[in-house]
């Protein structure tokens, strides 16, 4: 087939280094290898490594200064994005739209209808709640309209977890269309064979790892006084921590006040690419998250973790329950809990054998959830949409 891919938030560039950029590159990649022809439409194509993948920018040509210009200027900007794809079109038909649902955004669904191409919308969280609840939202009315034509109008909707698929479908999705792909992993680079990397920690050090934005919303307070509790009573470990966000001085200032500073490696944001060498260094790998009655996301990190063969500590919250419950691929910990957390790493630390099954059944879990494999979904999806059409 033909994809078009299209990413209509200016907040995440296409070739950016948080999540939600990672997630669109690997499926543009993913569709690629399955042998797709991909071509991007974009708000933002972003100044990272683009590699052998390509995208069309279209510009935002309205300014914006107070809140609702700025909102207006992001709707105005998607008129330009769906006014590309029917340009697009005629230049080269596709044969499938797949949006990353942004809140100002409904181009993929009207370009669908004018053009009679399926589109499949991919929803990684309820915006319009996430930007009333955590952020400022002017045109709020417009926000619902534009959620409701893409919630209505849709060839299908993939929900990145079964929370998310239940506020889609609360507000009116037709549970039919409304499919669960959670995130994944390229398998191709995260692997339990990936060369170490080589690092100022003690060949003996046990490592309790962790990758990600530095935000409270991933646990990191709870992380912090877990390790010192360990640290106290292990003296060998040690704890990785790859990536930057708004805690780090936060971060720096616990490890200085605990006298940690020779326990603790910051390595601060590291190029995805250069990932899984880090991971390989860690005998026990955590996704701490603290307790929340919003925790719908899909964690990246954890995917990771597991095709990487690490065993996993985490929070039994969410899709990290659901996808690991019974496994003996992880320890799952009430959310928040420091004093479970430290017990956990304790109790692996002095458990080499159990660590092994751990990282067995951890890298037998990853290998199942490959991009390539959520691409494939979503294809078929589309070919069992068009022929019913």
């Known amino acids: 087939m033909r994809i078009v891919y299209v990413s209509a938030d200016r907040g995440i560039p296409v070739f950016g280094e948080k999540g939600a950029s990672i997630h669109i590159q690997e499926m543009l990649r993913a569709f690629a290898r399955l042998g797709h022809e991909v071509r991007c439409v974009a708000a933002r194509a972003?100044?990272?490594?683009?590699?052998?993948?390509?995208?069309?920018?279209?510009?935002?040509?309205?300014?914006?200064?107070?809140?609702?210009?700025?909102?207006?200027?992001?709707?105005?900007?998607?008129?330009?994005?769906?006014?590309?794809?029917?340009?697009?079109?005629?230049?080269?038909?596709?044969?499938?739209?797949?949006?990353?649902?942004?809140?100002?955004?409904?181009?993929?669904?009207?370009?669908?209808?004018?053009?009679?191409?399926?589109?499949?919308?991919?929803?990684?969280?309820?915006?319009?709640?996430?930007?009333?609840?955590?952020?400022?939202?002017?045109?709020?009315?417009?926000?619902?309209?534009?959620?409701?034509?893409?919630?209505?109008?849709?060839?299908?909707?993939?929900?990145?977890?079964?929370?998310?698929?239940?506020?889609?479908?609360?507000?009116?999705?037709?549970?039919?269309?409304?499919?669960?792909?959670?995130?994944?992993?390229?398998?191709?680079?995260?692997?339990?064979?990936?060369?170490?990397?080589?690092?100022?920690?003690?060949?003996?050090?046990?490592?309790?790892?962790?990758?990600?934005?530095?935000?409270?919303?991933?646990?990191?307070?709870?992380?912090?006084?877990?390790?010192?509790?360990?640290?106290?009573?292990?003296?060998?470990?040690?704890?990785?921590?790859?990536?930057?966000?708004?805690?780090?001085?936060?971060?720096?200032?616990?490890?200085?006040?605990?006298?940690?500073?020779?326990?603790?490696?910051?390595?601060?944001w590291v190029d995805h690419c250069d990932l899984p060498s880090l991971i390989a260094r860690m005998d026990v790998a955590t996704a701490p998250y603290p307790a929340s009655d919003t925790h719908y996301f899909s964690p990246l990190k954890l995917y990771e973790y597991l095709a990487m063969g690490i065993p996993v500590v985490a929070s039994d919250i969410g899709q990290t329950s659901e996808l690991l419950a019974g496994s003996d691929a992880a320890c799952l910990l009430s959310p928040g809990d420091s004093a479970a957390l430290a017990r956990a790493l304790a109790d692996l630390a002095i458990d080499p054998e159990r660590r092994r099954k751990m990282a067995a059944a951890s890298a037998r879990e990853g290998a199942l959830h490959d991009w390539t494999r959520n691409a494939s979904i979503v294809a078929n999806i589309a070919r069992k949409e068009s022929a019913a059409a």
């Open 46 to 268: 972003g100044d990272g490594p683009r590699h052998e993948l390509s995208v069309d920018e279209v510009p935002q040509t309205v300014a914006g200064a107070t809140r609702a210009e700025k909102e207006r200027a992001a709707m105005a900007q998607a008129d330009a994005i769906e006014a590309r794809l029917n340009t697009l079109y005629r230049e080269w038909p596709f044969d499938l739209i797949y949006e990353r649902y942004s809140l100002w955004s409904a181009a993929g669904c009207r370009a669908s209808k004018s053009l009679g191409v399926p589109i499949v919308t991919e929803v990684n969280a309820p915006l319009v709640l996430e930007q009333a609840a955590f952020r400022s939202l002017v045109c709020e009315d417009e926000a619902r309209a534009i959620e409701a034509e893409v919630l209505m109008q849709s060839t299908a909707l993939a929900a990145v977890s079964r929370q998310v698929s239940e506020y889609l479908t609360g507000a009116g999705a037709d549970p039919v269309r409304v499919h669960v792909i959670g995130n994944a992993v390229d398998t191709g680079h995260f692997h339990p064979d990936v060369i170490t990397a080589k690092l100022d920690i003690p060949e003996d050090a046990f490592v309790v790892g962790f990758t990600g934005s530095l935000k409270m919303w991933h646990g990191v307070d709870t992380l912090m006084e877990a390790f010192r509790a360990f640290h106290a009573q292990e003296p060998r470990a040690h704890l990785l921590i790859c990536g930057d966000g708004p805690k780090r001085g936060w971060i720096d200032g616990f490890i200085a006040g605990a006298g940690l500073q020779d326990a603790v490696t910051m390595a601060g």
